[in-house]
């Protein structure tokens, strides 16, 4: 059941004749409709719908990466090892979006085959989104919002702040990861998957969704968490709670010089490894152009080998 990015990736990029005559279109910011792909090795996770939610699921390119939302059936699919390669242990891939798409070719297929040539069996997990707006326009429209206080007008008027970002409730996307959970435990035989040796790594919003998972869910039972480049604050560390490696820029958004997450597993006496990368932004996947952040993944299987997660039982 291995499946191939470069099958992914052909399928996903099937774009309007217009909007990719020109391969430098599809590396900019610009937001361009894109045809759903098939993927076929997906698995539906039936946990219900999403309440309110007039729209499909879309699809679009930004960055030169294949991307989802309005999401509202999750599904789970496996990036298996080659034949006799497989150590045992697997991971759930979160990617991020902000709970309001998926950049499911950058920090979802593209790392699930990066941890698959590793002899680790990796499930990209298509959680279900909150609702954006139906039409691409719309959504375009709604993305390039402003999200900081505007300057102060020539008149002296105080400027218009934008409203504060949403909070959301995670019900939705915990059910979702605790069923790629229970699937991977259920079908570990299967899948050659050591049931003490499951792991979650998630970006951005998938950071955030591996650490809800983490410190709320009573039926996942994680060996280790990767959040990259996720919120940093501090949480209340669960007794049981697993061992966790941490990456993130320094000009990252979200990092703001907060320590709050490393610090509180610290205290809490659980194993913790942290890199702090001089550049990289936010979003970088497994790397971007000249940044010192591109070295994370290397850094972390090295971690996963240190602790005994990539040698086979």
């Not at 259920?186 to 790594?201: L, S, Y």
């Amino acid at each position: 059941m291995k499946l191939s990015i470069k099958k992914l990736r052909k399928l996903a990029c099937v774009f309007t004749a217009l909007a990719f005559s020109n391969l430098a279109l599809a590396q900019d910011g610009t937001i361009y409709p894109l045809e759903t792909p098939k993927e076929p090795n997906a698995i539906p996770l039936g946990t219900g719908g999403v309440e309110n939610q007039p729209a499909s699921e879309t699809w679009f390119k930004q960055w030169g990466d294949p991307m989802a939302r309005n999401i509202t059936k999750a599904t789970l699919t496996p990036f298996l090892p080659e034949p006799g390669k497989a150590n045992g242990t697997a991971v759930i891939v979160a990617p991020g979006g902000g709970f309001s798409w998926l950049s499911l070719g950058n920090e979802g297929w593209e790392v699930a085959e990066a941890l698959a040539k590793q002899g680790i069996a990796a499930f990209v997990l298509k959680y279900r989104l909150n609702p954006t707006p139906e039409k691409l326009e719309d959504f375009t429209a709604w993305m390039n919002r402003p999200r900081t206080p505007a300057p102060a007008p020539a008149d002296g008027s105080k400027a218009a702040t934008p409203p504060p970002a949403p909070q959301w409730k995670l019900d939705n996307q915990l059910q979702d990861a605790e069923a790629a959970y229970a699937m991977i435990v259920n079908r570990a035989k299967e899948w050659g998957v050591d049931t003490k040796r499951i792991g979650m790594i998630g970006f951005s919003a998938g950071a955030g969704l591996t650490m809800h998972s983490t410190l709320h869910s009573k039926t996942m039972k994680l060996a280790f968490i990767g959040p990259i480049y996720g919120g940093m604050g501090p949480v209340e560390v669960p007794k049981n709670a697993p061992p966790m490696f941490v990456a993130i820029a320094s000009d990252d958004f979200l990092f703001r010089g907060q320590f709050g997450v490393v610090e509180s597993w610290y205290k809490a006496g659980i194993p913790v490894e942290f890199h702090l990368y001089q550049n990289g932004g936010h979003g970088f996947g497994l790397g971007n152009p000249n940044r010192t952040s591109n070295k994370w993944f290397d850094a972390f299987t090295h971690w996963l080998d240190v602790n005994k997660f990539l040698v086979a039982k």
